[in-house]
């Protein structure tokens, strides 16, 4: 791969993103001799400039998202914050397995919202999904909020306009209801290949499904050991029952609590900080999106204790687009 200044400033970008570091961090002396030896024929651009090239690796990841999420029904979670200000924010994560059986968990979105209440979550929540192409939603799980109530009776509504948005008519959107669902009857089954997406074309009309359930049914047990890998036996068996493991990718996507969103930004035991706090709500967005989309470890985001570099931060994040 030939070196490129445009390629150099993107890797920059994502240098600062991936070890959260201030943007002023490319206008120091040490860094800028550091860079001339490296290649003198690099400049390392102003902070107002990494700003902007922050946002366009936000920008291009997200495309990148967007197209890979838009083949899969997912499962959603969804946390709320609140900053050192008294700013409230919206974590939502999103679930799925792929056709090789691979768990992912991306961060789609982190913003403000006006409050906690049940039709404000609701509400930022469709438009996190109306944003990124979402229709095709499994299970959201959210805190024991009273008001969360409110959330998923709303979620459900909207959702179910949508061609193919949820499965047997949302019963199964809210976490609770996967056990009341899944007793082992033969026509819950069904219903779940003829309302789930991934199931509807797997098979013909018939009694194919009953026939396939019964063979998983009448199977030996696996042999659950420390060692056992359930997506590697549900990949290893897939092309013995296409039906069945198609439900089973949809389901073993489903976080059971919202830990797994709040998992995805760890913040060491405090709220949101004073550096993050400084920022716009775009660019906090940007970076924590970012960071998560490009972390190949798998690490939670870890929202530090830091109180310097923010000045000429609103400076920066005025270069964003609206």
Not at 1 to 13: C, D, F, V, Y
Not at 77 to 105: A, L
Request: net charge positive; proline share 2%; glycine share 8%.
């Amino acid at each position: 791969m030939s070196w490129t200044k445009e390629g150099a400033r993107q890797h920059l970008a994502k240098y600062i993103i991936l070890d959260e570091l201030p943007f002023r961090h490319v206008e120091g002396e040490g860094f800028r001799q550091y860079s001339h030896y490296m290649n003198p024929k690099f400049y390392p651009p102003s902070r107002i400039t990494i700003a902007r090239d922050i946002y366009n690796v936000y920008l291009d990841e997200k495309k990148k998202l967007k197209s890979v999420m838009s083949r899969e029904r997912v499962c959603l979670t969804t946390d709320t914050w609140t900053s050192i200000q008294n700013i409230n924010y919206m974590g939502v994560t999103s679930h799925w397995i792929d056709g090789d059986w691979k768990f992912h968990k991306k961060i789609i979105g982190f913003f403000q919202v006006a409050n906690h209440k049940g039709d404000t979550i609701a509400n930022e929540m469709m438009g996190c999904l109306k944003d990124w192409g979402i229709w095709k939603v499994f299970t959201v799980t959210v805190d024991n909020a009273s008001s969360n109530d409110t959330t998923l009776q709303k979620l459900k509504k909207k959702l179910c306009k949508k061609k193919g948005g949820v499965v047997i008519g949302g019963d199964l959107l809210h976490m609770s209801k996967i056990r009341q669902i899944f007793t082992g009857t033969t026509w819950k089954v069904q219903g779940l290949h003829e309302g789930g997406e991934h199931s509807s074309k797997a098979v013909k009309r018939g009694g194919s499904e009953k026939n396939e359930i019964d063979r998983y049914l009448n199977e030996d047990n696996d042999d659950l050991g420390d060692d056992f890998d359930i997506l590697a036996s549900w990949k290893h068996n897939a092309s013995r029952y296409k039906v069945l493991s198609r439900i089973a990718r949809d389901v073993l996507a489903s976080p059971i609590s919202s830990i797994a969103s709040e998992s995805a930004f760890s913040t060491g035991g405090r709220i949101l900080d004073p550096f993050m706090s400084s920022l716009s709500s775009k660019m906090v967005e940007a970076l924590i999106c970012s960071k998560n989309w490009l972390n190949s470890d798998g690490k939670p985001i870890v929202i530090r204790e830091y109180m310097d570099g923010v000045e000429g931060y609103k400076d920066c994040v005025e270069v964003l687009p609206n």
